[in-house]
């Protein structure tokens, strides 16, 4: 069974930078997405990017586009979340997920109820 294991997070101040990482076992689909959410309190969960595993593509949403991206290992054993320019707004718990099937592209595959499988998330605080 897949398992997700997030690091990385913590306390940072405003305009700094963290680099998350999912750490993923006993991934053996042949079609899936790895993505990365995240929640504010009292906000709903927030899709940010994810890699698709048949089209070798990596889609960032608009709203951190230019300050976070998404890289994997060679063995796509861990993925990481590179977090720059932080800002208070960016305060939030951020989690991976892994969907099964094939992901084309665009917004529509950022949807919560698309990833079946999560990790406990890791808490990021940016904050002066």
């Known amino acids: 069974q897949v398992q997700l294991v997030e690091s990385g997070g913590g306390l940072v101040q405003p305009g700094g930078s963290l680099r998350l990482a999912c750490a993923v076992s006993?991934?053996?689909?042949?079609?899936?997405?790895i993505a990365w959410f995240r929640q504010a309190p009292e906000k709903e969960r927030e899709g940010l990017s994810y890699?698709?595993?048949?089209?070798?593509?990596?889609y960032i949403a608009a709203s951190v586009k230019g300050r976070f991206t998404m890289s994997r290992d060679n063995a796509e054993k861990t993925v990481f979340r590179q977090m720059d320019s932080l800002k208070p707004e960016d305060t939030a718990t951020y989690y991976c997920?892994?969907?099964?099937?094939?992901?084309?592209?665009?917004?529509?595959?950022?949807?919560?109820?698309?990833?079946?499988?999560w990790g406990q998330g890791t808490q990021v605080t940016v904050s002066s």
């Open positions: 997920a892994v969907g099964r099937g094939i992901f084309f592209g665009g917004a529509y595959y950022l949807r919560t109820n698309l990833y079946g499988i």
């Open positions: 890699f698709s595993s048949r089209t070798g593509d990596t």
């Open positions: 006993d991934l053996t689909l042949d079609s899936y997405a």
